[in-house]
């Protein structure tokens, strides 16, 4: 896939010019680029796919340690400076195949990680990209600094303005002249940048204090924010370089010339190099990012103060501890990045004062190994009050030297972890690679280091089930209550039998991040729980608290469909199934893909089927744009929405759409919306991704109703009383791709919350009374461990009527072939006079084909008997014949979904009874019973009946709405 980067007409990039001089161009540049990134992370992402699969699996120390034990800890060959890890130098940081592996062997997908030592944070962006919330701190403030760069997510508007940034800058260093001038117009401004360095003059030339004040105060200035984040990186790395001192591991002085424009050059060469690595980020983070905060681990959480920083990090809140400590009397970090600290705007002083395991603060203090081994009780006595019970604390450390003696320094922390409350569960030996450096040569002779493994004990917790911000129905309090026990089963123990409290193991806790109807989860012994359900909906159910139901969260809310269910109740049914994660999913009628996007979301594999081909367009793409890298689906929908632009008023043209279709077209449409639509659809088809071609033009249908002569309140097609003269297509369809786009980003950021991997979900146009139809699309018989579905009703909701001008325009349908697709649905009310004639002779014989439900052949012999010997308009003639072909539709589905469906599975149907009036009796069509008694025949049992109430939209000609439903639980027995 090609990726086209826009430069504008009059300023070509500097890096643009020198790729052509090589004969190279900057797509192709890019493209190569960023496919070396995919490939060389793929390498390591294969090795770690989620080990991890349940809490459960931790509960056994011993299998845990022999799970660590059988990992090769050393990974001499593996490559540890891949994508932004060797964005900033940092020394003795340790390599990030530890915590991946550690990560994915001791945690679960959208859990809390912390590495309370976070440096730059290797930590940090290995969690993320594995899908993990991360917390990284430090008490060196470059942490936070170096942190927050390499786990950027660049937008094109993010590095349109760092190229341009980059751009402006070198241009500016490559004449000496023009330096000098942009120096002297703007010394005032740039000055009080210059840090209070001591003896700033032997550490620096002349020409770079200006050019590094110059920097930082254009940093300072820049709008965007992640701009902004990058560029102090890149500044930060330069500044050795810039300086006198002779490398980054000898701080020692080394005078050199700095010619004017120098520094500058250094900037904008690395802001270059920078970018282009967080740019192979894109496609991996996704918009996830972590949380980098600066903090002394040494000051208790316990007492939290005013002083105290904003982090997620509360008592029993964190899933796991991955940390590499600092060595005691090895390194001294103050001093290796005193001068960007300075130049940053900090002061690295007290630093040099509180760093714990300083060599130089020990030696200033004559202080020992028991020094170390007392801050680092403090450090463990935060890290055991963060930690949940029953998680895992991992700690890379490595020996000391004091006085020429070896100090053990792992078991002497693990001694002192259990002396806090830790159970030391192993340690583990690793050699070290040969090119690790200090500049402490005591750090520098170390060839091992050891991992030790701590556990926080397991514990039983008193949980509370908290209910959603918003109100919820009776029908949903009681699936509240029943999907809190289905989920947590005989792991959980009520105080009372209405309670929404329980007693429940802390290796159970992961379970109840699945429910529906509790949104968050509080206990004396663990930090608050948001579900992922509330995450979805408001983003954090901890800090916002929405008034209202969204159903529209995710892609939910892409396109209007009548009928469908909303997607809570859907969860709620996997829970009640107590269906696991990979399991597969089906929705035999799926509409516009509410079950199988649930599904998707949830981690199942989910597979639908429908007649209508609007409806499955929307189902598949639900899914499937999700499934596009959001990086590069971010840059895409941007591009075309500059791109419209320059949509021109003065349309006259309508040549896209065959002349089989214009004069039904010109019929329902203004004809500048005509014009406006071909020039619109002409330029998605130029989109060169498919699924973003068909996630636009999904957009586009969902704003026909607003453009046509379609009355938006009626759900038959009906024309508005006033036609349009014109409608403002390109700002309709503006404002919804901006909302969308809006969407997907935010889903993309809460990604990392997400308990489970996704798995595909498909939508195919097919018919699910013929089981060649499931065969066809790999649904194979005893396959699927749960079907969700709401059916078409008994004669139905007219579907391809409503959306008939959708059809007609995206995919050319003339009357004649909608009129075959309306004539095949199951509850079309559709029939002729030779079919019903037909269906009639049945009825008086009492042969009812596949129907073998007494209740659907009682109310139709009922129902044909009355209209028989009564004078009844056509409507009401036609109604024991449709019912007769309803219901023997419904059988046969019946008796394939069973054939589908495993042994214990469950189906869930939601259907509601209509009622119809014969001769002058009203009549019931109890279609729930006849469902009940077509499960029955095929050897399901009636698991349970959960009438629901189901409010109506504001249409006309909806008096006849069903407003009483039931879900219909089934359970295969046989």
């Known amino acids: 896939m090609r990726l086209t980067i826009e430069t504008t007409p009059s300023k070509k990039s500097v890096l643009g010019i020198v790729l052509k001089d090589a004969g190279i161009t900057l797509t192709d540049w890019f493209d190569a680029k960023l496919e070396e990134a995919v490939n060389t992370y793929g390498i390591h992402k294969a090795a770690s796919n989620d080990r991890l699969r349940n809490l459960e699996d931790l509960a056994d120390v011993q299998t845990v340690i022999q799970t660590l034990q059988s990992v090769d800890w050393s990974f001499t060959r593996d490559q540890t400076g891949y994508l932004s890890h060797d964005i900033h130098p940092y020394p003795a940081k340790f390599i990030p195949q530890i915590p991946r592996n550690i990560i994915t062997r001791l ?194 959480f316990r007492q939290r103060t005013a002083n105290t920083p904003d982090t997620p990090l509360t008592e029993n809140s964190v899933d796991l501890i991955v940390c590499s400590p600092p060595y005691p009397n090895a390194n001294d970090y103050h001093l290796y990045h005193r001068f960007r600290l300075f130049w940053l705007g900090y002061d690295p002083r007290p630093l040099g004062k509180s760093e714990i395991g300083s060599h130089l603060r020990h030696q200033k203090e004559t202080s020992g190994f028991n020094s170390y081994i007392d801050e680092m009780r403090l450090c463990l006595d935060n890290m055991w009050y963060c930690l949940r019970p029953g998680r895992f604390a991992v700690l890379v450390l490595g020996d000391a030297i004091f006085d020429k003696k070896n100090y053990l320094t792992a078991e002497e922390v693990a001694k002192t972890a259990t002396g806090v409350g830790f159970e030391c ?186 007649l209508n081909p609007l409806a499955v367009k929307i189902a598949r793409i639900k899914t499937e744009i999700l499934e596009v890298d959001p990086y590069l689906r971010d840059r895409l929908l941007t591009s075309f929405l500059d791109r419209i632009d320059s949509m021109r008023a003065d349309f006259t043209q309508i040549d896209l759409f065959p002349s089989t279709i214009r004069v039904e077209l010109e019929a329902w449409f203004p004809k500048p919306v005509l014009a406006k639509l071909s020039w619109l659809l002409k330029e998605i088809a130029l989109v060169p991704h498919a699924k973003v071609r068909e996630f636009l033009e999904v957009l586009v249908s969902s704003i026909v109703r607003q453009i046509s002569h379609q009355d938006p309140r009626d759900l038959r097609i009906r024309r508005r009383d006033q036609p349009l003269a014109d409608a403002p297509v390109k700002e309709l369809f503006q404002k919804r791709l901006h909302e969308q786009r809006a969407r997907l980003r935010h889903f993309a950021e809460r990604s990392s919350r997400a308990p489970y991997p996704f798995l595909g979900a498909n939508a195919y146009k097919g018919d699910c009374r013929d089981m060649g139809t499931f065969e066809q699309h790999g649904i194979h018989k005893d396959g699927i461990d749960l079907i969700v579905t709401s059916p078409p009703y008994a004669t139905a909701l007219p579907y391809i009527d409503t959306d ?98 495993r042994v214990g599975g469950s189906a869930f149907f939601v259907i509601g009874d209509t009622t119809t009036v014969a001769g002058d009796e009203p009549i019931a069509i109890k279609s729930g019973k006849v469902l009940q008694e077509f499960a029955l025949s095929v050897g399901w049992e009636v698991k349970d009946v959960i009438p629901i109430t189901v409010t109506t939209e504001n249409r006309l000609h909806i008096k006849n709405s069903v407003t009483e439903n039931d879900i219909l639980w089934f359970v295969k027995k046989r």
């Open 804 to 901: 008939r001008l959708s059809i007609l325009l995206l995919f050319g349908a003339k009357s004649s072939e909608r009129s075959q697709i309306e004539e095949s649905l199951i509850g079309s009310r559709e029939i002729n006079k030779r079919q019903r004639t037909e269906i009639e002779q049945r009825i008086s014989n009492g042969d009812f084909s596949h129907n073998k439900s007494a209740t659907a052949q009682r109310i139709i012999r009922r129902i044909h008997a009355l209209n028989k010997s009564s004078i009844v308009g056509f409507r009401r003639q036609n109604m024991a014949s449709l019912l007769y072909r309803y219901f023997n539709d419904m059988a046969m589905v019946f008796r394939n979904l069973d054939q589908l469906l």
């Open 425 to 610: 569960a192993g340690i583990i030996m690793r050699s070290l690679h040969t090119t690790r450096r200090s500049f402490i040569s005591p750090a520098r002779r170390a060839r091992t280091e050891k991992i030790v493994i701590l556990r926080k004990p397991n514990r039983v917790l008193q949980v509370t089930f908290n209910t959603p911000p918003y109100g919820l129905w009776k029908y949903e309090e009681v699936l509240r209550a029943k999907e809190i026990d289905a989920i947590l089963g005989k792991k959980a123990s009520r105080l009372a039998p209405d309670s929404s409290t329980a007693s429940l193991n802390s290796k159970y806790v992961d379970q109840i991040r699945r429910l529906t109807f509790t949104h968050r989860v509080t206990s004396p012994q663990m930090s608050d729980e948001a579900t992922w359900q509330s995450v979805l909906e408001n983003g954090d159910a901890l800090k916002v608290l929405s008034r209202r139901k969204d159903p529209k969260y995710a892609t939910h809310g892409l396109h209007e469909y009548k009928g469908k269910f909303y997607p809570q109740l859907v969860k709620s049914f996997l829970n009640l199934a107590a269906l696991q994660p990979g399991q597969h999913l089906l929705d035999p009628f799926c509409g516009s893909g509410t079950s199988l996007l649930e599904g998707y979301l949830n981690g199942y594999s989910a597979v639908g089927l429908d």
């Open 107 to 300: 945690s679960l997908r959208g859990e809390i990680v912390w590495d309370p030592f976070g440096g730059s944070g290797t930590t940090a962006l290995e969690g993320t990209l594995l899908g993990r919330r991360v917390v990284s701190t430090d008490i060196n403030p470059l942490g936070e600094v170096i942190g927050n760069a390499k786990t950027l997510t660049l937008t094109k508007e993010d590095e349109d303005f760092l190229n341009h940034f980059a751009d402006q800058l070198s241009v500016l260093a490559s004449d000496a002249a023009n330096v000098r001038d942009a120096l002297e117009r703007n010394r005032q401004v740039f000055s009080k940048f210059v840090p209070p360095i001591p003896n700033i003059n032997e550490w620096f030339h002349l020409n770079a204090i200006d050019e590094l004040a110059y920097l930082r105060w254009r940093i300072d200035s820049l709008t965007s924010i992640k701009a902004k984040v990058l560029s102090r990186a890149s500044f930060s790395k330069i500044i050795l370089r810039a300086s006198y001192q002779d490398g980054e591991t000898r701080y020692v002085r080394k005078v050199r010339s700095m010619a004017p424009g120098s520094v500058i050059k250094f900037f904008s060469t690395d802001l270059m190099s920078a970018t282009a690595k967080v740019r192979k980020l894109g496609p991996l983070l996704q918009f996830r990012e972590p949380t980098f905060r600066t903090l002394d681990l040494r000051q208790p």
